[in-house]
């Protein structure tokens, strides 16, 4: 009989968090910028300048604590990570390893087997590296500091997910918390959301985990399950034919759609961790913690369920509405100029997603106001404009958010609605189209929508389609 085997995987997830200076220096996290120009003496490691604590990381990685069902560490310490590594300018990192800030929490993530919880061991706070940049020409690194010091939280989950349907789950429902949260946009490609997968596998029914190795160099869903179902099998044909798991850190490669070694992990790898004698312990008041806890938004679940109270929207409606907060923001204020709810989420159900997708942008990443759209479906709604003519307005909306009202009338695209103007249009069409004439006398029905077409053509598309037909009808 076949052996089955288990998948066990935990994963430790970097976030880059969405201040605006670094978390010991007060040097812009702006991404890109050119080459070492987001720096000082203090992130770029100069001997005898002092680090100080940026509160609003603070602030932000309790928030995503309380958010994630954590217990919060009222009195913590930052400890340094001593290695040596070009893109790290001190020669240690500053971490935090014996009271990390967050412990002992959940998320809760729908599974195909119903719901479950996914344990969270611990968050802590720390300052990200610089990059390292490989020039082929030159056959040289360059080193650039500009990323050095912009402050990460990262979230350490307990070994509690058996595939890689949830691993997407886990990772999707914290990327929502957190961007509900504001704490940080959570883009995968800009790598302000950056997910290690630590792997193991074990017969069905064994109780001992297997050796786990850690997947780096993920980022976007895709890699990530590609990577878990790579590595599950990888594992389980080295145990298939009587070989061992290596405990090691792996790099995937998604092109190629395989993992290669990097170097072997031992779990005693000495960092000579110690606290950071530069930094004061943070101690933390219930007063302080009363505050985050009064901030906290309105995450998904109550919004769901405020949304099918208060706007009486259909279930898929509400749920892709709130699978992105800024789809959700957008909703609201739109609704709240006076638009009516259902048209609001057919605008953003409808094009707005179709846009996203050949953009290939982000929810996160629209440009257009509220006080936009909320004209054009106003426009929509008085027939001021037909409904070609509004999706080609929302496009350049879309776009470049264009004022609507504004734009229709400076290029003209008000729907014709002078009934002398619509009939002389139908009686030409129809003098040029005898077929036509005859084929809709004779009994074919289709034919009126060509004469319909080709009213509108005649028109520029600025004619209402339902006038049309009428007159049609009756001219017929």
Not at 22 to 30: E, M, N, R, W
Not at 241 to 255: C, M, N, P
Not at 256 to 271: F, L, N, T, V
Not at 335 to 351: I, R
């Amino acid at each position: 009989m076949e052996k089955q085997y288990e998948t066990v995987i935990g994963l430790e997830v970097h976030v880059e968090l969405a201040t605006k200076t670094k978390i010991f220096c007060g040097c812009s996290t702006a991404f890109g910028g050119e080459p070492n120009t987001h720096t000082c003496p203090v992130c770029t490691g100069m001997p005898g300048s002092l680090p100080v604590l940026n509160k609003r990381v603070l602030e932000y990685a309790v928030a995503v604590g309380l958010a994630t069902n954590c217990e919060i560490t009222k009195y913590c310490k930052f400890d340094r990570k001593n290695y040596f590594y070009p893109d790290n300018p001190q020669n240690y990192q500053i971490s935090q390893l014996y009271l990390p800030i967050c412990r002992n929490g959940n998320v809760e993530i729908e599974t195909e087997n119903g719901k479950k919880l996914v344990g969270i061991h611990e968050i802590h706070m720390e300052e990200d590296a610089g990059k390292l940049i490989h020039d082929e020409w030159d056959d040289c690194s360059l080193v650039d500091y500009n990323r050095s010091g912009v402050p990460l939280i990262e979230i350490v989950s307990e070994p509690d997910m058996r595939s890689a349907q949830e691993v997407i789950a886990y990772l999707e429902k914290l990327r929502m918390t957190i961007q509900y949260l504001g704490a940080s946009d959570c883009k995968l490609q800009e790598g302000s959301m950056r997910a290690d997968v630590n792997l193991s596998v074990r017969e069905a029914g064994a109780e001992a985990f297997g050796t786990r190795t850690e997947m780096k160099n993920l980022n976007s869903f895709k890699a990530i399950a590609r990577a878990i179902e790579g590595e599950r099998e990888r594992q389980i044909d080295l145990l298939e034919s009587g070989h061992k798991v290596i405990q090691e850190t792996r790099r995937w490669d998604d092109a190629k759609g395989e993992s290669y070694a990097m170097r072997s992990k031992e779990d005693a790898q000495d960092y000579r961790y110690f606290p950071d004698p530069d930094l004061v312990p943070v101690v933390l008041d219930n007063a302080f913690l009363d505050e985050i806890r009064r901030k906290q938004p309105e995450f998904r679940e109550d919004k769901m369920a405020r949304y099918k109270r208060e706007f009486d929207l259909p279930d898929y409606d509400i749920d892709i509405i709130t699978a992105a907060k800024r789809m959700a923001d957008l909703f609201e204020a739109t609704v709240a100029l006076g638009a009516q709810p259902k048209k609001v989420s057919n605008w953003l159900m409808v094009e707005t997603l179709r846009l996203l997708k050949e953009k290939e942008m982000d929810p996160e990443d629209i440009r257009f106001s509220p006080e936009h759209l909320a004209k054009l479906i106003s426009l929509a709604d008085s027939k001021a404009v037909n409904s070609t003519v509004a999706k080609e307005v929302f496009e350049e909306m879309f776009e470049n958010d264009i004022d609507p009202e504004k734009y229709v009338e400076e290029k003209g695209l008000k729907t014709v609605n002078d009934e002398s103007a619509l009939r002389r249009a139908v009686e030409k069409v129809i003098a040029d189209n005898p077929q036509s004439v005859t084929d809709y006398r004779g009994g074919k029905e289709k034919a009126i929508g060509f004469l319909v077409g080709q009213t509108m053509k005649a028109m520029k598309g600025k004619a209402d389609p339902g006038m049309v037909n009428q007159l049609l009808k009756e001219l017929l």
